[in-house]
């Protein structure tokens, strides 16, 4: 099973409905670090490619937050000034 959309549903609810836009774009750019670096979960593999299982991929986009995070507080205060 893919966690993706529900993470990335979590971070719509985070920007759309509590204000936290920062934490929601440096969870979606953390799915997006995950994909970039390869991480698949069945559904979306391709023949070939290692498949992870849910809870793997939840791991991936975890590890990939701090940057994320970093990222992002780096391009608001480009945005800010």
């Known amino acids: 099973m ?24 440096a969870i979606e750019r953390a799915v997006e670090t995950a994909l970039d670096q390869g991480a698949r979960t069945a559904d979306i593999a391709a023949p070939g490619e290692t498949v992870l299982t849910t809870e793997e991929m939840t ?3 975890i590890a990939a937050l701090p940057a994320t995070i970093t990222a992002t507080r780096r391009t608001d205060a480009d ?3």
């Open 59 to 61: 791991s991936r986009v």
């Open 2 to 25: 893919n966690p993706c959309a529900t993470i990335l549903s979590a971070a719509l609810l985070l920007d759309l409905s509590l204000g936290y836009s920062e934490a929601a774009r």
């Open 79 to 81: 945005h800010a000034g």
